[in-house]
């Protein structure tokens, strides 16, 4: 059976030239995504037909390649597995109802059955890849998916949230440790049906204070870690807390995974110097300078590049491609990583 190189760099192999894939690869600047989404209607009903977001997670590939498929779904899934009903308001994004800065968790009532769709799409996704493409899994982490459930939308600054946590930290932790546990079963169901890696997305990691940040990020991202681990051992885990900044070094030692991911802020020099010899580390170009194209993409992908040489690395961008990425620049950056072999 051919290797996987992404599954390789996991488990701490450097090679030649490092395999990729990118957030969100599967999505709204593909004009196949495009046209699937229209004959479909809306995201979640894209998400819960289990053809078609396999269709969805497969386009990237058939189109580049990539070395790594990651599963088309949503983060907001787990809050709605946990009782919360979830749509998505045009042009607005996600909505959660009811709003547990209004309501107790108690009031809602588990409905784990609303993930099967999701095993679905694994199970045919994983039918179909490449022999060499590795599949990945995901989830949101608890402090992210918490914003969410709180606050009943996105917000700036999840100024709602991260005032509960402080007034009312035991109901706020309760909230957590419900997201903890179903992701733990969320992820394990999904290796049960064919992924072989996970990343764990907390997009809103960067507004929590240090202390805040151990608390509500670092020690619950363990927890899952630990949990998975116990009922699938094989699975390799991403961590990708975006904003971190400063506090990577201590969620890539305290959380256990096997790979962190870097958003663009991050100085990929000051990460190989900080975090663990030889963790492998995923990342980390701008999204907007593939969106640029031509010599500045060249050069923000070779500083990528010549500072994580020494390490094993997955290249990523630092955080999801944009909907008016040009294709001809996504193949441009294939070209240039794949040459990138010593």
Request: overall charge negative; glycine content about 10%.
């Amino acid at each position: 059976m051919p290797s996987k190189p992404l599954l390789d760099v996991l488990s701490g192999k450097r090679v030649d030239a490092p395999p990729m894939w990118l957030m969100r690869q599967a999505g709204r600047y593909l004009p196949e995504y495009r046209a699937l989404r229209a004959e479909k209607g809306g995201f979640l009903e894209l998400v819960n037909d289990s053809e078609a977001a396999a269709e969805v997670t497969l386009q990237p590939i058939r189109r580049f390649g990539f070395d790594g498929a990651i599963l088309f779904s949503d983060i907001l899934v787990v809050p709605h597995a946990l009782g919360q009903d979830l749509w998505f308001e045009a042009g607005e994004g996600p909505r959660l109802a009811p709003k547990l800065v209004d309501h107790a968790l108690e009031s809602l009532t588990a409905a784990p059955e609303r993930l099967n769709p999701v095993y679905g799409t694994v199970r045919r996704v994983a039918a179909a890849l490449p022999a060499q493409t590795a599949f990945l899994g995901f989830a949101g982490s608890p402090w992210t998916n918490a914003t969410y459930m709180v606050a009943g939308q996105g917000s700036r600054d999840q100024s709602e949230t991260r005032r509960m946590a402080y007034a009312d930290p035991g109901a706020f932790g309760a909230i957590i440790d419900a997201i903890v546990a179903m992701s733990i079963d969320y992820l394990a169901k999904q290796v049960e049906a064919g992924v072989e890696a996970v990343q764990l997305f907390d997009s809103w990691a960067g507004s929590l204070s240090p202390a805040q940040f151990e608390r509500w990020v670092i020690a619950p991202n363990a927890a899952i870690v630990a949990g998975l681990r116990a009922r699938c051992p094989q699975v390799r885990i991403i961590g990708f807390p975006k904003g971190a900044g400063g506090k990577l070094a201590a969620y890539a030692r305290e959380t256990g995974v096997d790979a962190i991911g870097l958003d663009e802020t991050v100085d990929p020099v000051w990460a190989h110097r900080e975090l663990p010899a030889g963790l492998p580390v995923q990342g980390n170009l701008d999204p907007l300078a593939l969106i640029a194209g031509g010599t500045e993409l060249e050069a923000a992908v070779r500083r990528v590049l010549d500072a994580l040489s020494d390490r094993p690395h997955i290249f990523n961008l630092g955080h999801g491609i944009q909907q008016d990425t040009p294709i001809a620049h996504v193949e441009q950056l294939i070209g240039i990583v794949r040459g990138a072999a010593k």
